[in-house]
């Protein structure tokens, strides 16, 4: 049940509480964008696998095929599309009141299926790994899409 309780320490769960005389806020906003972004996500590594022709898709969805470089040399071009797939089998946290790690394993109907997904560029003198996620909270049309 959200609360607002003026105290100095953080919560991992949802709640309102002050952070000085005037600023209240919700964590909610925070897991909801969480949410949408996966979701998002998901979605665009999907289209992404179907996509008979690869380089269409990702110009259509605007990932650039060159990044500039920043100080000023040549710009960084895009050379690979790494896709990675993890299971979560289980979750682990902080023990109250000991360095061991509280864990625990996840049943097998409740292991996840997670795809990550990152656009690798290049130059002469660097590489440069842009997280899917990373484009996709810059990217306008993708919070447009989420109506933000």
């Known amino acids: 049940m959200p609360h607002d309780a003026p105290h100095g320490h953080a919560h991992p769960?949802?709640?309102?509480?002050?952070?000085?005389?005037?600023h209240l806020h919700s964590h909610i906003a925070a897991r909801d964008d969480a949410e949408a972004l996966?979701?998002?996500?998901?979605?665009?590594?999907?289209g992404f696998r179907a996509a008979k022709d690869k380089v269409a898709y990702l110009r259509l969805?605007?990932?650039p095929l060159?990044?500039?470089?920043?100080?000023?040399?040549p710009?960084?071009?895009l050379v690979d599309v790494r896709l990675t797939t993890e299971w979560?089998?289980?979750?682990?946290?902080?023990s109250f009141g000991s360095r061991d790690l509280s864990w625990l394993p996840f049943p097998g109907s409740m292991v996840a299926?997670?795809?990550?997904?990152?656009?690798?560029?290049?130059?002469?003198?660097?590489?440069?790994?842009?997280?899917?996620r990373e484009f996709l909270r810059a990217h306008p049309a993708a919070r447009e899409a989420d109506g933000r």
Do not use: C, I
């Open 61 to 63: 969805a605007g990932v």
């Open 13 to 22: 769960h949802d709640h309102n509480h002050a952070h000085g005389p005037d």
């Open 113 to 132: 299926e997670r795809a990550n997904m990152a656009f690798v560029y290049v130059s002469l003198d660097e590489t440069r790994s842009l997280d899917l």
């Open 88 to 94: 979560q089998v289980g979750t682990a946290s902080p």
């Open 75 to 77: 710009s960084l071009k």
């Open 38 to 46: 996966r979701v998002l996500a998901d979605q665009f590594v999907e």
């Open 66 to 73: 060159a990044l500039p470089d920043g100080r000023g040399g």
